[in-house]
């Protein structure tokens, strides 16, 4: 798992939020908010993701601002029912996406 160190700060815009029904309803019996995971993310805290990725989403956010170098952002963690959820957000930071691997 990727720590954000503690880090509190956003490192790039979420946009608008959305949730499919498949997540809403995993967190739900979880016990767990969408806020937790939302958190982690937007703090650079990318979850269950391979170096390859993690790298991928640390160039993606070094171009904050700039549309045409700046890529999409993506998370995995699994709640505490080891239910696995993704969460993504747009390369324009338009929306972010809180979904499960089978809705995508």
Known sequence: MNQSNG????KF???AL??????LNALEESGETPLLFL???????WGDLCAEDRKANDNAIAHEGDLEKQMRVF???KTKNE???WIITEYDRSVTTIL???EY
């Open 75 to 77: 998370s995995t963690y």
């Open 7 to 10: 880090n509190t700060q956003p």
């Open 13 to 15: 815009n979420l946009g």
């Open 83 to 85: 239910v696995k959820i």
């Open 100 to 102: 499960l691997p089978s």
């Open 18 to 23: 959305v949730a499919t029904p498949g997540a």
């Open 39 to 45: 958190k982690r993310h937007v703090t650079g805290d």
